[in-house]
């Protein structure tokens, strides 16, 4: 399992499994709440829907944040 701590530069995607309402999370600000030796698993289980209420039932996905002008320089754009 991923710990916060080797993430911080990263986001975590979560999407509520019930009402599919989908938040986004910096692991840095989640870091000073939970700590770095929390996995995002974790978070993932004890995230609460802000839609909806339920608990844990939802699906993440870590997104990394920082740098995306560089990550996009090998990306090709077609207008056609």
């Not at 600000?29 to 802000?50: F, K, S």
């Not at 608990?55 to 560089?70: A, E, F, R």
């Amino acid at each position: 399992m991923t710990k916060l701590s080797t993430i911080p530069q990263h986001q975590l995607s979560i999407t509520c499994g019930l009402c599919k309402h989908h938040t986004m999370l910096e692991v840095a600000n989640l870091i000073a709440v939970v700590g770095g030796d929390t996995t995002a698993h974790e978070v993932r289980q004890r995230a609460r829907c802000h839609n909806c209420g339920v608990k844990g039932n939802n699906t993440y996905q870590i997104v990394y944040s920082g740098n995306s002008d560089i990550a996009m320089d090998g990306a090709g754009v077609r207008l056609d």
